[in-house]
């Protein structure tokens, strides 16, 4: 996948726009007109942001980058800060692009969220950890290595990270059970202590970062596909708080849309939303948006219905979960079509095989209608406690 995607990402920036159009930052015309989406949020005690990747059609395109300063008070590396990309190989760091990231971060006054210390499914662990040797003891084997990861990334960035994704993806959607890698395994598996290798990377966060607050990061939704998930990921929550696990919030990624066939049910899928929402907020978490678009694979070619439906879809999303005045951070997966993971997520294609317009710009970095949407669903929603009106 991320060989494709290179290789288009390529192809976008070669043939994307002529030169001068970057040197432009987008007016306000372009950006949908009026006040910036950072600052509409802001006058609700929200902090609106998206993730941006250091490639040459994100953070090395002018253009680009002006409009995420234009709209965001708060960014996080779609990518840099993963363990794969800080430690590729044992023992070698590799800070430089994150540093990139949060340098430009710091200098246009947007904050910047940590992305992610521990990503549980195995495919995107580093595949180093895959083949380690614990040892006779591989459980303090394991430890050790969590250790100096948490240890040296949380020192490496220190407060200038105020909020971490520690735990990414540790539920199964397809059974709701915990996934299982070689940290896992080297913990005893399911046989261990349930939980033992989650609770303790929160419990390195604590020690290391312990400014920041501490996230759980999933992808699970309110339709009926996703009810295993959204089961496993409430168990193991309540199983968490039981043993006083450092976790303050869940991130719901909120990739939403069009998944699969069960995803269809509007109001239906709603209630089971809020209903989930109720739950985890009744524990005492915190939410936040970690990584919102949304998939139109089964919406209309037309690009006017398109994008009409992605509004309208995350319209009713957002008005929702913005309801809850707990969620004080709101992070889109990228800002403009082009750049979009979706565009060359080979799981869920669009049958016509046209490109996806998940997001709230064009590829021509045009405001489109899920801009306003946006914008409206952060206008209505209640302030949060403190915000300056
Ligand atoms: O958008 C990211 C893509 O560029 C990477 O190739 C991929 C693997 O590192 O991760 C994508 O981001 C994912 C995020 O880190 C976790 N939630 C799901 C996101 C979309 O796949």
Known sequence: MTTRRTMLGALAGATLLPAAAFAQTPTSASAGGGEALKDIAKAKGLRFGTAISAGHNQFGNAAYRALVERECGIIVAENEMKWQALEPRRDVNNFGPADALLGWARDKGMEMRGHNLFWQAEKWLPAWVAKEDFGSQPKGGAERLMRKHVQTVCQHFGGAIKSWDVVNEAI???????????????????????????????????????????????????????????????????????????????????HIGSWDESADRGKADLLEWRRFLDQVTGMGYDLLITEFDVNDRRLPADIAKRDAGVAAAARDYLDLTLSYPGLRDFLLWGMADNISWLQTWDEAPRTDKLPMRPLPYDGELRAKPLRAAIADAMRAMPARSGARA
């Open 172 to 254: 199964d959607p397809a059974d709701g059970k915990q996934r299982q890698n070689a940290l896992t395994r080297a913990f005893g598996g399911a046989n261990s202590g349930p939980l033992d290798q989650i609770d303790l990377a929160f419990r390195l966060a604590h020690e290391y970062a312990p400014h920041a607050q501490l996230v759980y990061n999933d992808y699970m939704r309110g339709d009926t596909g996703s009810a295993k998930h959204r089961a496993g990921v409430l168990a193991m929550l309540a199983e968490l708080k039981k043993r006083g696990t450092p976790i303050h919030a869940l991130g719901l990624q909120s």
